[in-house]
């Protein structure tokens, strides 16, 4: 499915591949999980990644949502923050994102699911998943704030 993808592009948004990955967030003295969403976005110029870092719900969405384009098929797992879009379909595994979460817990230890490593802050890990999207040239130039 996914190597279809790109040739349904004509000139426009084909797909917008979404999903999630845990890491866990230290503060006063306490690990919080937090849920980082990733969205491929298939258009006529190339790939590129969107992503947004905070709690496991429907707000931290909402920021991929804010800079997603018009346009193209949803396709997600089937979690039920993702049953509001239009045009969406459901699938077992996405494998894009899974790939790309394969690779950041390989890379970023930050990102093991069974680690006692965890990041000292959200810009921490905004900062780290930038760079490796950046050092893959799935974003097209790291901004720091």
Known sequence: MWGKVKDLVEGKVAAKVVDEIWTYLFKNIKAFCKC?????????????????????????????????????????????????????T????????????????????????ATKTVSRSLEIIKYSLAIVLWERKLIPEFVGQ
């Not at 890379?107 to 699911?113: D, E, G, I, N, T």
């Open 36 to 88: 980082v969403f990733t969205c491929f976005v298939y258009t006529s110029l190339g790939l590129y990644v969107l992503f947004s870092v905070g709690d496991r719900g429907e707000k931290a969405f909402k920021e991929i949502l804010q800079y997603a384009p018009e346009g193209g098929r949803w396709v997600s797992d089937d979690y039920n923050v993702y049953f509001s879009l239009r045009n969406h």
């Open 90 to 113: 459901v699938v077992k595994f996405v494998n894009p994102n899974e790939c790309l979460h394969s690779s950041l817990r390989d890379r970023l230890v930050r990102f093991k699911r």
